[in-house]
């Protein structure tokens, strides 16, 4: 019976499992934005690290998991006493306190793994106690925080802080009939530290009480003196209630509104959209088929369900960029602390959304470009101050809106980019001639930096320069529909500017045929589309071109550029597709227009991810694959 | 000055508490060596402040304590406690002990104590 019983407890637990974690990863990344408010000097956070502190530890504890638990409580008694003026901020204990978040965070991963914690505590609990612990020789009694409780007596509470004799041997029972005292003065609301730990005379040499009481403080001071022995001290306190405090149920409230679903099911809701959508195509063209009046108006009923059942869907999987900025400050902060350079970081558009598939991916690409601002960019202080620049260097993150994209830039004030040095490191790698070197812009130059094999690094730090060169932040930008643009100037700074699409999973394309089979141009890439006549390409230096409203434009054959004989050399116009690519438009030469189509995108796998030219394929209305074209990394001339 | 009862199993604790009280110009006014004798010694003496050690043969000092607070409400008892036994203490405190000292005992603490009591 008593098995089963367990049994149960645990199945309970587990179900509470996903929510602790989501939770603590909340109060987490509560608690490092705080630190390093904090350690800019912001005293205002402490509450709120705090309160993420106490919370997270009374939802370890409840769940068990011990190692969390005590690590918090010391970071709650350390963050107790650096508000309370007992101990005093510095950068030494903010890196304990990081420490012990980076902790609690190996230990919320190894249990997201459906393990156990995995986390040893008890030398980042000696280190977080040495602050706060008996060592300490000051006067002033031991307090927490009493917020919740006392917040809920309401007014008229005082906190009566009680000092024993040093060499009180019982220390519990004087603590008792302290407690017995005030209580005959009013209401103990709460004690710190808490009951057990008083009874068990857990405790240096003081102790708090919270009373609710009429009493005057020297009441209640006289009669502590007077009745209790080995008391070497009393204080009282009026402590003030915070009167938004009412505020808190509204929000609880609020909170009940939302449910909190796992990312595989929104995944396999916006396949199943996918699918939806697919087989609406081919209701299409059964319809168009057959010239079937009647299912005219259902199907343009279903077709507008769909599009709105899709958009719900892809708004449901919008997640705020911050959720991968967010992790940004601490690394910059470490960063910059390891450089020796000082940094001030700036993230700005928290709140724009990116699907979360794109989110996912942007996260390394983002980590390697902020390393390199702080690693390359950003100079030492006393080169800053030299330049005549403030010592403070400034890197920031950006993102923003612009239409069907999101704009991504990451800037730094730095030393930027100078052309030349790239040049000379790059003929030195072997990537370009001396001759190419001398004749080329200096925006291409520093478009070399992404170059594979390209590493500026002049000494190997653990940062950067590790052989992971900013070419695999490009691809993998690219791989996901977006560009990466590069501004930078000598001394003034460096911007890199991605640009992303909202989302992989559904978008509207260009289908087109050539060489007998149909392929989906994404329609973001598409610029314009002409007709192409015979004798308005002319060919210049063995490249075909066209004429655009005075511009030339380099026109290419679908599939030469894919690597198969040209098709359609024998008829008098052509459709060509004009794209950009890498900031020039180019013309690619079809023999098919089909038409503007929504496809979902099934990205390619296994050895197929590498193919260069594809972005992934699409099941057609009517069963046919497709592949997407992608257009950034099609290879021309 | 007050006039004390020890009551104590201990000849060796009882002549300590004499000697640390009678010098200070307090009066002992009798002695017992448990809990019964204490009680009846309380019942015929009436003095200001009672000593009682806990751990005592026959009736020991949380029972002690409970007889003489029904004889006498306003009785004044210390406890005499050795390391490690804060729960009786904290009993014999709800049952209307005073106060407490603890062994060995200083003879500050001894003073402090009483004299809060007086």
Redesign the interface.
Known sequence: MRSSAEHAWRGCMESYRDVFISESMEHLNTLTQGLLELEKGNQQVITEIFRAAHTLKGMAATMGYEGMASITHEMENLLDAIREGRVEINSEIVDLLFEAVDLLEAALNSLTQGDEENIDATEISSKLSRYTGTGKKEKQPQRRDGAEEVHRAGAGVKRVDVELDR?C??K??RA??TF?ELKELGEIVKCIPDEDRLED?DFDRSFSIFLKTGASDDEIKERIL?????VAGVEVHSVETAPQKSGGTKSEMKSVQTVRVSIERLDSLMNLVGELVISKSRLFQIKNKYAIDELNETLAYIDKLTTSLQEEVQEMRMVEVSYVFDRFPRMVRDLAKKEGKKVEFIVKGRDIELDRTVLDEIGDPLVHLLRNCIDHGIEPPEERLEKGKSEVGRVMLKARRVKDHVEIVVEDDGRGIDPEKIKRIAVERGLISEKEASGMSPEDARMLIFTPGFSSAEKVTDISGRGVGLDVVRNKILALGGTVELESEVDRGTRFVLKLPLTLAITKALLISAGGRIYAIPLNNVSEILNVKREDLTTVMGQEVIQLRGRILPVYDLMTLLGKPATGNGSDARPVVVVEKGGNLIGIAVDELIGQQEIVIKGLEGKLRDVRGFAGSTIMGDGRVSLILDIASLEVG | MAKILVVDDAAFMRMMLKNILGKNGHQIVGEAQNGAEGVEKYRELRPDVVTMDIIMPEVNGIEAVKKIMSIDPEAKIVMV?A?G??AM??EA?EAGAR????KPF?ES?VL??IE?LC
Do not use: A, W
């Open positions: 060499d041997t019982l519990s029972v008792f009939m017995r005379g007077k009745k209790v022995s080995e | 406690s390391l036994q804060e203490v904290k405190l106060d407490f000292i603890v200083k603490k402090e104590v809060k």
